[in-house]
């Protein structure tokens, strides 16, 4: 079928006519589109970023009716529903899918038929995976917190432990300091003002026995290697278990001291009732300041329980110190040798009381023979009753020992109880029995 030019014409008019309302009408709902979809996310918020092109005066949205602005458009109407309102013209979902150019996404809006968009999430679904966002992230920031915690209560744990062992040391230097003044006082004090009254020097020696060579270590070994290292070398060389190894060693000097101590009481005791000078001078001394209101057998004392004081302390530090830590080894080798020399001491205290006791023994039995002697020792004594036939009771005392059992009656006496030796029995045979006695009544 030929067509003439002049109805050629009209038909390309109306084919250009169609083409530029479909443009027109592809432009506007496009820019519908723009602007649900930001009411949409500007109401569910509006840090999305994406602009609201209602504001522009040229908008070609202007002279279209809108409802209620403050209304939510959310992504489930239809672009039916919307066409039935007759806001506008919007192509059929034949017209295939139109790009949002603005947002960055597809609209829902311009989708065709049957396809699904990643982006188009029910309202219920949306809010699920929001909360389930924020439970995540607030889950991760308290994990964070968490371990942050952790590494600063360690680091915290670390540098209390630094600090303790600091004030490890300086209660050390500081007892030192303070013990070292005692020794003074008792060498070059009490010791020095006796002499110059005329106190015997046998008499000197018995009371402050190895006195001078104890306070000489201390005060010009022990005590200035530990003032310059926790004073002026503690924050490149924070150690002291190096010092008390090397120096440990010279602490078994303390022996022939405590072996001494009773004795050393003995004598002062005696000349203080015996001397008048000697008395005097003790007294004089004992009211200066810096013997703090003390006696003469109090400064006495402090040798006697400085070296135990050393192996508390010693133990005190290596709680507290790393194992890892280069003080550790030379701290246990220490440690090591001050207990051995805390141990001479003790056991020096023990014989000595032991020794002690069988004098006391010895002057209530009157000076009976074999009783001081190193290898008895004595168990245990006490009273007993002798029932005789004749419903008599009479009291006696035993004595038992690690080699005889001594069975004595009392005699009374002006100066107290004392004994005599009945009977001497070698316990190398003797069997003991215990008996029960049934009540009756």
Known sequence: ?????????????????????ESSSSSLSITLQQFLISVDVMDCG???????????????????????????????????????????????????KISNRDSGFDSPFCAGEGEGFPNEYPNDELDRNRSKNQRDSIQEESSLEEGSGEDTEKHQSQLC?????????????????????????????????????????????????????????HSQFLLPE??????????????????????????????????????????????????????????????????????????????????PRYELLLKDYLKKLPEDSTDWKDAQNALMLISTAANHSNAAIRKMEKTQRLLEVYESLA???????????????????KMNRNGSVHERYLYLFNNMLLYCVPKLRLMGQKFSVRERIDIADIEVYTTFYRNTH
């Open 46 to 96: 509006k840090s999305k970023g994406i602009p609201n092109l209602d504001n522009g005066n040229n908008s070609p949205l202007n002279n279209v009716k809108i409802p209620n602005k403050d209304t939510r458009i959310i992504s489930s109407i239809t672009s039916d529903e919307i066409s039935n309102q007759g806001f506008v013209d919007i192509p059929s979902p034949d017209s295939g």
């Open 367 to 385: 000076g009976e023979q074999e009783i001081v002697n190193p290898a008895n020792e004595l168990i245990k004594e006490g009273n007993i009753r």
């Open 226 to 307: 530990l003032h310059t290292r926790i004073t002026h070398e503690w924050n490149y060389s924070p150690r002291i278990g190096d010092i008390l190894q090397k120096l440990a060693p010279f602490l078994k000097m303390y022996g022939e001291y405590v072996k001494n101590f009773d004795r050393a009481m003995e004598l002062v005791n005696t000349w203080t009732q015996r001397s008048t000078h000697f008395k005097s001078t003790i007294q004089s001394i004992q009211k200066l300041e810096v013997c703090g209101n003390l006696t003469l057998q109090h400064h006495m004392l402090e040798p006697v329980q400085r070296i």
């Open 161 to 217: 432990d630094t600090q303790k062992l600091m004030n490890i040391a300086q209660e050390l230097l500081q007892t030192e300091e303070a013990y070292v003044k005692r020794l003074h006082l008792l060498d070059q004090v009490f010791c020095a003002r006796l002499s110059d009254v005329g106190v015997p020097p046998d008499v000197i020696t018995g009371i402050f026995s190895n006195i001078s060579c104890i306070h000489q270590f």
């Open 1 to 21: 079928m030929s067509l003439s030019p002049g109805h050629l014409h009209e038909t390309q008019r109306k084919e250009k006519r169609r083409k530029l309302s």
